[in-house]
């Protein structure tokens, strides 16, 4: 081979080899793969990137590979799981690694990384809830040695190794006093002499690098292999305490070419799963003495205060953004958005906007303080209330507040959603209407008619500075609420809406982002026989992805500046949505998208022809006289056209369920019905909904079978061999053939909106769960949701706290169902049934929660494996009867069976109150204190953690390779049923 060296007339240049290391295991036909940021690793083309060889080693496969780099070369790397082809398969989650070869090691030598697959719990304690809040003052530690560099240099010690240990240890907070006094610190013990021969007083000291990394260089001789190791922690107290699981173990192969340079990578720290507890309540639920008859931003403060002194390190609130789409009580409902980007008017502090308030608007804030606090929220009055003084203070203040330096700041960054917001606000009010297709010729959005409605020499300018106002004020207060939670050790966690109104900003903004002639809900479930039909348009993934899914990265930025956590509402919608005509008003005649249609050519196959007769309403005279009586010839003959003899079919004008409601609402007002419209629309959408298969509107060749289609008349109709032929068709359509389509569309689209921001992701997943949902789940570490009368096992009544899974959030009920209190009280027979399967007991339970009940069955899930138990506030006042004065059915929050209902919950005691309640707060915080759960922390209060047991300093080890590691995945990068990874 050429050397270009002596062309040049230079000297040539040795390369370092750089070796790869990695414990997984595969299965058939897949390979492992490392791709990198430099061109020698594939500049992240994972097509060009390094293939690694498979080798077992003992019980392991190990996937090594090398390549030469030159001495002080750098870049950041991954590994990823691919097929023959090197299309990927799977690829690590967590942040990106660093490659970076320290100064002192020369050309010619041996570099080898060992590394440990990461999963997406490995990242978790990057996320924001963890990193900024909780485990704050460990991450703030000062940087004893840069990360990658080295203290010793091997050159001319032929038979010397240097080792560097690296471990991820994020939770060091063991007390104020430790980290202050820096007495922090992180060692390695084992087998060899320097690393103490087990005795942990004299264990390898490591230096903290930053970002919770610790990492030391060791110098041993090539024949000190192989050695045995854990790592320690030194904490509280002046006690160490040691890691769980086997012992590390560290070999070298056999080859020639031995590496001197080891770099070992191993992971977390491993320690009992860090475990925590919250509480959640709407926002507009929250009562204070001093708020306008509903939550508000800064009572945020107040809840804060109980959460800690109740033992919680979170408080979970619902959607708050703006949904001021009718100007009617129907924007109650939180999930339907005006804007993603908007905070809600609703929860606006007046009082706070100004320092300098009249008396006259003083008097008139107190006049509606009292008018309007009321058992609920009074959703028109209160904002209308809120609004009518805001404009009074502005008309004061605009010009102080709008020249200002900090409006100006918060403008100029947010000004891509602000204006077209405010510009909306205005129109929609103009044309008193947020349908924007009745706009005229601001129906069609463009950036040059946006420009000229927020103009400053335009006569409504002061109306689009009212909106810039309110939402400056929002965001004020907002943020100091966020930043008083920060600073209190508590994670504020947010609520993402799967859907936006279809009458919102972002529709008119980007209207190519959504399919605006669908709509979205749920197929019947728990909630819901029937399904639910939410009304918002579905979106268009394929034209998101074009941009990298910049709306929604832009959506959830906005979002982490205020949450530290969020929770993304029924998140089956990323994998696959239920989507309805837009004409559709019930959520029965659905379908998935995306899904795997059934072809035409598919149901010949199986000798299905008569596709009219089954995608169409199957109605024969038998079946109208059946279901309205003597009523029937009324409704044939007002709705139904006989296009053959006793066969029925609706008319042009009732032809959809909108238009079967519209016309009976005529008839209505004409007094022509003889029964009631709710029983008679009730009917009528059964004959419309009574068919086998949907036909798709964009290919007519295309069908999918209707929910639950066995209950129709249409299928009870035909024969038996076209009756098993479908029945086999809807069972691999629901449960099998979609599958491996939905993961591939989750794994493209989750991912990149969890990298949108640093907050930590919850998933909503309750309801008809498709196989591949928790898999992808675990594998992004998405925390999942488990409520207790709702457990996914179909074999179970009632769910096992105890036998849930870490990666999930445990609560004993949400605010989509009743109570605690409520669903003990509706069923009788239920209730004997719980208390004899779950407490244990024959006896006869009290038809009352009483509050041994309710301490009981908290009780439970504080004690569960999951890292998060959240409760409603609602179920934690159930605890003193002292609360539970107030019927229990008025405590729930939502009614998913009616779509109309009115969100207007307000909890009958105040903060203050509750604050003054020191009964109530330790009985809280005995039950957190008691499960071994983390909890905030006083300042004249030492926490005493099951999870940092120390051990004395003075203690001998004895290795032990037999305990059991809580990271089953770590070795294998299978994932395995669980993954504990926050620590």
Wanted: a negative charge; hydrophobic letters at 35%; proline letters at 5%.
């Amino acid at each position: 081979m050429m050397n270009l060296g002596l062309l040049s007339g230079t000297k040539a240049t040795k390369s370092v080899n750089v070796s790869f290391r990695l414990p997984y295991y595969t299965h058939w036909g897949q390979r492992l793969l490392v791709c990198g940021s430099e061109a020698v690793l594939g500049s992240w083309n994972v097509k060009k990137g390094l293939l690694l060889n498979p080798v077992h080693q003992g019980d392991e496969l190990v996937w090594t590979g090398s390549v030469a780099v030159p001495s002080g070369f750098g870049c950041e790397y991954n590994y990823y799981v691919v097929d023959d082809d090197k299309n990927v398969l799977r690829w690590e989650m967590g942040r990106r690694r660093k490659l970076l070869l320290p100064e002192g090691i020369q050309g010619g030598e041996v570099v080898e990384f060992h590394d440990l697959w990461q999963t997406g719990s490995d990242d978790l304690p990057f996320r924001s809830a963890f990193k900024n809040v909780i485990f704050n003052r460990s991450w703030n530690l000062n940087v004893e040695r840069p990360l990658g560099s080295i203290q010793n240099n091997l050159e001319g010690e032929a038979d010397t190794l240097l080792i560097q240990f690296k471990i991820c240890c994020p939770n060091v907070e063991e007390d104020t006093s430790t980290i202050e006094a820096g007495l922090v610190q992180v060692y390695v013990i084992g087998s060899h002499v320097k690393l103490g021969q087990w005795k942990i007083q004299d264990g390898f000291k490591l230096s903290y690098a930053g970002n919770s990394i610790w990492q030391g260089d060791c110098v041993l001789q090539k024949g000190d292999l192989p050695i045995q190791f854990k790592y320690s922690k030194y904490g509280k107290a002046g006690k160490f305490s040691l890691e769980t699981g086997p012992n590390r173990e560290l070999a070298v192969g056999s080859s020639d070419n031995q590496p001197r340079y080891i770099f070992l990578s191993d992971g977390m720290f491993r320690e009992l799963p860090w475990r925590g507890a919250g509480i959640a309540i709407p926002m507009f639920s929250v009562r204070s003495e001093s708020d306008l008859g509903v939550g508000e931003f800064l009572d945020l403060k107040l809840l804060v205060d109980w959460a800690v002194d109740s033992g919680f390190h979170l408080v979970q609130l619902l959607p708050i953004n703006d949904t001021s789409v009718h100007g009617m009580w129907w924007d109650s409902y939180p999930y339907s958005s005006l804007s993603v980007f908007a905070l809600h008017p609703l929860y606006l502090k007046v009082q706070a906007l100004s320092d300098s308030i009249p008396d006259d608007i003083k008097l008139e804030i107190q006049e509606a303080k009292h008018r309007l606090d009321g058992k609920d929220v009074d959703y028109e009055a209160t904002l209308a209330t809120k609004l009518s003084i805001a404009k009074k203070i502005f008309a004061r203040e605009k010009d102080l507040i709008l020249h200002s330096k900090s409006f100006q700041k918060y403008f100029s960054e947010n000004e891509d959603w602000l204006k077209p917001y405010a510009a909306f606000c205005f129109l929609r009010d103009f044309f008193e209407t947020s349908d924007h297709s009745q706009w005229g010729r601001f129906s069609q959005y463009s950036k040059n008619k946006l420009e000229k409605l927020v103009t400053k020499d335009s006569l409504h300018y002061d109306v689009i500075c009212f909106h810039y106002y309110i939402q400056f004020h929002l965001h004020l207060q907002l943020s100091a609420a966020a930043g008083y939670a920060r600073k209190k050790g508590v994670v504020l966690k947010g609520d993402l809406p799967i859907g936006v109104d279809r009458n919102s900003v972002d529709t008119w903004v980007y209207p190519n982002l959504f399919r605006m002639n669908t709509s979205t809900g749920a197929p019947p479930d728990y909630f819901d026989k029937n399904g639910q039909n939410w009304g918002f348009p579905t979106y268009n993934w394929e034209e998101m992805s074009k941009d990298n899914y910049s709306w929604w990265r832009a959506r959830l930025t906005q979002m982490a500046k205020y949450f530290t956590a969020y929770r993304i509402d029924h998140i089956l919608g990323i994998f696959r949505i239920w989507e309805l005509p837009e004409h559709a008003m019930t959520g029965l005649v659905g379908k998935f998208r995306p899904s795997i249609p059934l072809s035409q050519e598919e149901l010949e196959r199986e000798g299905i022809w008569d596709f009219d007769r089954l995608s169409r309403p199957y109605i024969r005279q038998e079946l109208l006289q059946q279901k309205f009586g003597a009523y029937w010839t009324f409704i044939a003959s007002n709705f139904l056209n006989e296009y053959q003899k006793h066969c029925y079919e609706f008319k042009e004008d009732c032809s959809t369920e909108k238009k079967i409601a519209a016309k009976l609402k005529s008839c209505a007002e004409s007094s022509l019905l003889l029964e009631s419209e709710n029983k008679t629309r009730h009917d009528l959408f059964d004959l419309f909904q009574n068919i086998v298969l949907i036909r798709d509107l964009e290919d007519p060749r295309k069908f999918y079978p209707r929910f639950n289609l066995e209950d129709t008349s249409n299928f009870k109709d035909l024969d038996d061999h076209s009756k098993n032929v479908l029945k086999r068709l809807y069972n691999d359509y629901y449960f099998h053939r979609q599958e491996s389509l939905w993961r591939q569309n989750a794994l493209k689209t989750l991912p990149a909106l969890l990298d949108a921001s640093d907050m930590l992701a919850c998933g909503e997943d309750l309801g008809l769960i498709p196989s591949c949902v928790h898999p992808v789940m675990q594998e992004l570490a998405l925390i999942g949701l488990r409520i207790q009368r709702m457990p996914s096992e179909p074999d179970l009544e009632f769910g096992v706290p105890s036998q849930y899974g870490y990666l999930t959030v445990c609560a004993p009920s949400c605010h989509d169902c009743s109570t605690l209190r409520a669903w003990w009280e509706e069923d009788e027979e239920r209730r004997r049934r719980f208390f004899k399967s779950v407490v244990g007991s024959d006896m006869l339970p009290p038809s009352q929660c009483v509050p041994d009940i309710a301490h009981f069955i908290l009780r439970q899930h504080v004690e569960a494996p999951s890292m998060w138990a959240i409760f409603p506030l609602q179920d934690l006042l159930a605890l003193k009867e002292e609360y539970t004065t107030r019927p229990a059915a008025e405590e729930t929050i939502n009614d998913p069976t009616n779509p109309k209902h009115y969100w207007r919950y307000r909890v009958h005691v105040t903060l203050e109150s509750l604050m003054k309640d020191n009964q109530l707060k330790t009985t809280i915080k005995d039950l957190v204190r008691g499960s071994g759960r983390s909890y905030p922390v006083g300042e004249n209060e030492v926490q005493v953690n099951e999870e940092t047991a120390a051990t004395s300093t003075e203690k001998q080890l004895v290795p032990n390779g037999d305990e059991k590691l809580p990271v089953a995945s770590e070795l294998t990068g299978i994932p395995q049923k669980e993954t504990l990874a926050v620590h």
